[in-house]
């Protein structure tokens, strides 16, 4: 059983079911609005394992030709840290947050500041420095 056919919160904890949430971009229904939002995605597409949709919300210039997932990695619960722009009428947004996971039964945080650009209406990652 897929978590996208789960009627449980949604991984990126704003508190919505899933389907409701995260999971009507994954499934291509809706654009997210903002660049919080796809990284709210991103994430939670992080931990259903949806490679095509991480594929396809990430920049051209800077997508890789194929994603892996670390079958090690259980993703836990993400922190937005901070946000600059990224909003409905921007073109870029910047967003840091903390991602905790178990990695091969051991805790661990990987903290991130995030670029986006938006491109005909529709948001893109493009890089990530990863810091701490």
Known sequence: MTYAAVADSCPCLSGEEYAHCCGRFHRGEAEA???EQLMRSRYSA????DADYLLRTWHPDTRPAELEFDAGTQWRRLDILSTSRGGPLDSEGVVEFAAHCRHDGERAVQRETSRFVRVDRR???VSGVVSG
């Open 123 to 125: 948001w893109y990652y």
């Open 33 to 35: 609005p903002t660049a």
């Open 46 to 49: 992080f931990v259903v394992r």
